[in-house]
């Protein structure tokens, strides 16, 4: 079961994730990437604060976004993956690709 | 404590989350911690997420995906058996995470998290059937707190108590047997019984607790007695002579008839 809530607040875009982002759900968190993306928003914050658990598929969405945004110098921002994202993250080797924030209005505000 | 319990699903995308849940059952049941019972809900996803999308040719309701958690002593092995196309996930190249995100490729991540999160993998062919076999350990510290729960206590009237640990009695554990002891002498139960019918080894912290027990007991004028000894710790206590010192009986029943006929 994923929950995908997105608000724009300025010039960025928050995407607010619920659930898990397994096989099952990992496409719809990519959709939702990508048409933010081909909105216009070069900004980006994903919030993971309620993300129990992801999988691969849902890895690949993130760097797929991540790349596709920093190419258009644009960046993908994180709000606090749990232990268990950041672990996952981290024998990805990818723990320090991503800028981590404790709160959105943080994430925002850094761009 | 063991079980070993099984899981059949169809091998469509919709069922991998009632296998994970199998699985996360599983793992908490043999004493994982949250982060442990991730690593087997992430290696069981990865793995039925490839095979589902990678196994077979058509989508048939006889392709199906048997998994298996077994958990004895200290080890969780959870076994995936599919009977889709052979394929061995564990020949899968690593993907190169020492490469800039720029030129990741996308591939290969169920795989490597398969590989990095469980203690062993393994694969098989066999009978037209792929089976990936994945172990778990149980890491002492959480194992210690089902053994403490696991000091089963049972009363013979009037003032016997039989005291039965399961499993190892190593540095960990000890304490719960100190702990079991003492409330028995504490309540009044002088002559106690310690079962060792299913510990499989005893450290030098337990074989401590033993001994005072033995002396506590003496003060008290009860008696400590063992019963059950498997031939290995009956052959530990002989080599430190604890033999010479506790009446070590062969059966619980010897032992409870032993302290009745003192009286």
Known sequence: MIEILTSVQGSVAVIEVKGRVDSTTASQLGEELSSQI???????????????????????????????????????????????VEEILAIAGL????????????????? | MSFERHFKIAAQMQNIASACDFVINAARAAGLSEQGVYHCHLAVDEACTNIIEHGFLVSSPENIIHIIC????????IVIEDNGKPFDPTQVQDPDITLDIQERQLGGYGVFFIKRF???VSYEHADEVNRLVLLKHVPIEKFDTILAAQMDILQVPPSISVIIPVGAL????????????????????????????????LSSASLKVLVRAWQ???????????????????????????????????????????LKNKK
């Open chain 1, 95 to 111: 723990d320090s690709v991503f800028q981590v924030f404790s709160s959105q209005a943080a994430a925002v505000s850094s761009f």
């Open chain 2, 216 to 258: 506590q007991a003496r003060e008290e004028l009860g008696e400590v007695l063992l019963c059950c000894l498997s031939q290995p710790i009956r052959a530990l206590m002989s080599s430190i002579g604890l033999d010479l010192v506790f009446t070590i009986m062969p059966t619980r029943q010897s032992a409870i008839e032993r």
């Open chain 2, 70 to 77: 077994a958990f004895h002593e200290d080890t969780l092995t």
């Open chain 1, 38 to 84: 081909t909105a216009g928003h070069r900004f980006l914050v994903l919030d993971l604060v309620t993300v129990e658990y992801m999988s691969s598929a849902g890895l690949r969405e993130l760097v797929n976004a991540y790349k596709k945004i920093t190419r258009l110098a644009g960046d993908l921002r994180l709000v606090q993956p749990s232990e268990r």
């Open chain 2, 118 to 120: 469980m203690d062993e």
């Open chain 2, 170 to 201: 190593d540095a960990n554990t000890s304490h719960a047997l100190r702990s079991a002891i003492e409330n028995e002498l504490n309540n009044g139960h002088k002559d106690l019984i310690i079962d060792l019918r299913d510990v499989q080894f």
